[in-house]
């Protein structure tokens, strides 16, 4: 319809130079925190486009970045990977870059992918997810000098090679925020369900909500558990919880955990259930959460990879992000147990 | 770990030939239902995986498939098209197949990605969501010649040159199995509350609901609210409908809308709701809900984007599947209306 914006029409407006506008692009690294998001916005209020063929041909560089896609489970807890999905396809596009998606069983399987897309298409690099213990496809993309940056840190030290670049969210700071918030409430016996020991985003999730309690004075024996990731377990485990100990209150490492929490304590006015990952189902039916600042990830894991890939690579980036805390009607004061404002669940 | 798998191996174990086994890969349309099923569950079993590289030189084809990735908006009615990227992603995975996603403004800006993909990435075709009335995607692929699958029927014939292959789900199916189900429970007072007239897929919901109103020889008059698609917008309509009529059950066009309405009708007892899409939210909550079987839709875009691909190129397929009512708490019969059975939003 009207004039494609180019990048020189982009540098008027926000009043920069065009190698500026460019760097935006290209090179998001090398500009500072204020300039990136005002010429963004520019970008995104003109429409601008890259024109990719001829990047393409300039860079050497095709502009996909390969993704597993992992399943959506029950919905619930998939969600957030989604979300991250769809914020990371939005940072790409915004740099004309695009996600290429497949799936794989395990990470033998995933690292089998990997193979196959750089012998079949032009990738850039991978965006991984879900690192964890033993992690073998950090050492395997290490090795072969393929660019990637996972979501969620290393979990342990001796599986990758080198230092590599990451985003992870402080999942201790979520739990602990959680668990500030019941105290506030009037809480002081409060309950953790979570999974079992051994898996890195979970125990960093139990160690948030048992240093808080220490650091208040608070008894944490009894009052911790350990369950598979369902609705049916978090129900289970804070209907035990209820009957065995004098708890109140409930800190769960997912949305799927508390939503069976909540579930169990209908019966229990001023029960206080907190989540974690505030999916759609946590502001459907008035549940606190941790939420996680997907956009923030996705644009930082999207910036790490394309530092990476420009003519001078910059140095691998850690980056620890805050999530926050969505405080709705489940969180529960222990004072104020009027049914009317408590939030309920319907039976499945 | 083990040998690789390989056609020999997987046709051995499902008794057919290494041919049958090549065509559910790579011609699943020369293939009949029963031993699709059957070699596609054996491929699954040992893990099978198309050695890309060399069909990619023997084909000419990539095994990419790019797809526009839309908004999540609410988290709820995002959730079916997030559904349906996880199905397609496996049924393309399957058989060696990967999407590439891109984001987009609107159709035009679809178009430009579309030329973009083609110019810069190996693209063998795309699938298209979302048809709706002057949908100028479907002209322009069809006469630039590329391969294309849309998930939901062309709601004008004028628009495109000639017939294309296309999936949908039968709302109005829909809608009419979620109002005989409320007719069932001794509900004749039955609203709808859907989307303003002009949408193909809206006015298919509505269609269902009036149609089957009216062959029960009930009113529909001053039933039918049109809103914009949101928990808000469903709050309101239902609000209304329940001080301005004798509505006792409403059937929703979506799962946000059919959300509202349950919490207008938390203090009725007794009111009915179903909704649309069977999201993860419907089932937490206890909400009855249309569900669209997206593996099946999937798995049939994936098999008609295929067959378009193949040396010799199979005619234009198109496909109306049904949807499924799932039946939870919130469809309320008129005559037992015991609060304790009735499920229940929070306030958000």
Same mark, same amino acid.
């Given at each position: 319809?009207?004039?494609?914006?180019?990048? &020189?029409?982009?540098?008027?407006?926000?009043?920069?130079?065009?190698?500026?506008?460019?760097?935006?692009?290209?090179?998001?690294?090398? $500009?500072? %925190?204020? *300039?990136?998001?005002?010429?963004?916005?520019?970008?995104?209020? $003109?429409?601008?486009?890259?024109?990719?063929?001829?990047?393409?041909?300039?860079?050497?560089? @095709?502009?996909?970045?390969?993704?597993?896609?992992?399943?959506?489970?029950?919905?619930?807890?998939?969600?957030?990977?989604?979300?991250?999905?769809?914020?990371?396809?939005?940072?790409?596009? =915004? =740099?004309?870059?695009?996600? &290429?998606?497949?799936?794989?069983?395990?990470?033998?399987?995933?690292?089998?992918?990997?193979? #196959?897309?750089?012998?079949?298409?032009?990738?850039?690099?991978? $965006?991984?997810?879900?690192?964890?213990?033993?992690?073998?496809?950090?050492?395997?993309?290490? #090795?072969?000098?393929?660019?990637?940056?996972?979501?969620?840190?290393?979990?342990?030290?001796?599986?990758?090679?080198?230092?590599?670049?990451?985003?992870?969210?402080?999942?201790?700071?979520?739990?602990?925020? =959680?668990?500030?918030?019941? /105290? @506030?409430?009037?809480?002081?016996?409060?309950?953790?369900?979570?999974?079992?020991?051994?898996?890195? *985003?979970?125990?960093?999730?139990?160690?948030?909500?048992?240093?808080?309690?220490?650091?208040?004075?608070?008894?944490?024996?009894?009052?911790?558990?350990?369950?598979?990731?369902?609705?049916?377990?978090?129900?289970? =485990?804070?209907?035990?919880?209820?009957?065995?100990?004098?708890?109140?209150?409930?800190?769960?490492?997912?949305?799927?955990?508390?939503?069976?929490?909540?579930?169990?304590?209908?019966?229990?006015?001023? $029960?206080?259930?907190?989540?974690?990952?505030?999916?759609?189902?946590?502001?459907?039916?008035?549940?606190?959460? &941790?939420?996680? %600042?997907?956009?923030?990830?996705?644009?930082?894991?999207?910036?790490? /990879?394309?530092?990476?890939?420009?003519?001078?690579?910059?140095? %691998?980036?850690?980056?620890? &992000?805050?999530?926050?805390?969505?405080?709705?009607?489940?969180?529960?004061? /222990? #004072?104020?147990?009027?049914?009317?404002?408590?939030?309920?669940?319907?039976?499945?």
């Amino acid at each position: 319809m009207t004039q494609r914006p180019t990048l &020189v029409t982009v540098a008027r407006a926000a009043g920069v130079s065009r190698q500026t506008v460019s760097n935006v692009i290209n090179a998001p690294h090398l $500009v500072s %925190p204020e *300039t990136l998001e005002l010429v963004r916005s520019i970008l995104d209020d $003109v429409g601008y486009r890259p024109n990719l063929a001829a990047r393409q041909l300039r860079t050497g560089r @095709s502009g996909n970045i390969g993704l597993r896609m992992r399943p959506s489970n029950d919905g619930i807890n998939g969600a957030v990977l989604d979300g991250f999905l769809h914020a990371l396809t939005e940072a790409a596009q =915004a =740099a004309g870059h695009r996600i &290429v998606l497949f799936t794989a069983a395990d990470d033998d399987d995933e690292v089998r992918g990997y193979r #196959e897309l750089l012998d079949t298409t032009n990738i850039d690099g991978f $965006v991984l997810t879900d690192t964890h213990y033993g992690d073998s496809r950090t050492r395997w993309l290490s #090795e072969s000098g393929t660019a990637f940056v996972t979501f969620g840190r290393p979990w342990s030290s001796d599986s990758t090679p080198s230092p590599h670049s990451w985003v992870d969210v402080d999942g201790a700071a979520g739990t602990a925020a =959680a668990t500030s918030h019941l /105290l @506030s409430l009037g809480h002081t016996r409060i309950a953790f369900i979570g999974w079992p020991a051994g898996s890195g *985003t979970g125990d960093e999730r139990r160690a948030g909500w048992r240093r808080t309690m220490l650091d208040a004075h608070l008894p944490v024996e009894g009052l911790d558990r350990a369950c598979a990731d369902g609705i049916q377990d978090g129900s289970a =485990a804070a209907a035990d919880l209820l009957t065995t100990s004098d708890a109140t209150a409930f800190v769960c490492a997912s949305d799927s955990l508390a939503l069976g929490a909540l579930g169990s304590a209908r019966r229990s006015p001023g $029960v206080g259930v907190v989540g974690y990952d505030n999916t759609a189902v946590a502001a459907a039916v008035g549940m606190s959460s &941790v939420a996680q %600042p997907l956009e923030l990830v996705a644009r930082s894991v999207f910036d790490s /990879l394309l530092a990476q890939l420009g003519p001078s690579p910059a140095a %691998p980036v850690q980056q620890l &992000v805050a999530p926050t805390l969505v405080a709705r009607a489940s969180s529960a004061s /222990l #004072e104020s147990a009027d049914p009317r404002h408590a939030p309920f669940v319907g039976a499945p």
